[in-house]
């Protein structure tokens, strides 16, 4: 399916943050489903969301900071 049309892209192309990402929201997903399973408790969420946020954020600063020296 073309790398599922690209993993999702608006350029174009495949990026690590974007793939990162995805992989760290199926983790988050099993590891809250599996603690919730077994405490019958909801986990704190901040931590989980910064963490999966980041993988994103890191990869949209890297590429506009290419964008930016190239210019």
């Known amino acids: 399916m073309n ?4 993993l999702f892209s ?3 192309e495949a990026s690590f ?10 983790f988050g997903c ?3 489903s599996f ?12 931590g989980l969301a910064l963490f999966i946020a980041s ?3 890191l ?3 890297r590429e ?3 964008r930016v020296l190239k210019k």
């Open 35 to 46: 603690i919730v399973w077994k405490t019958g408790a909801l986990p704190g969420l901040e």
């Open 30 to 32: 099993a590891w809250v």
């Open 59 to 61: 990869g949209k600063a």
């Open 55 to 57: 993988l994103y954020g």
């Open 10 to 12: 608006e350029s174009g």
């Open 17 to 26: 943050s974007r793939l990162g990402s995805f992989l760290a929201l199926l």
């Open 64 to 66: 506009t900071v290419q």
């Open 3 to 6: 790398f599922l049309h690209q």
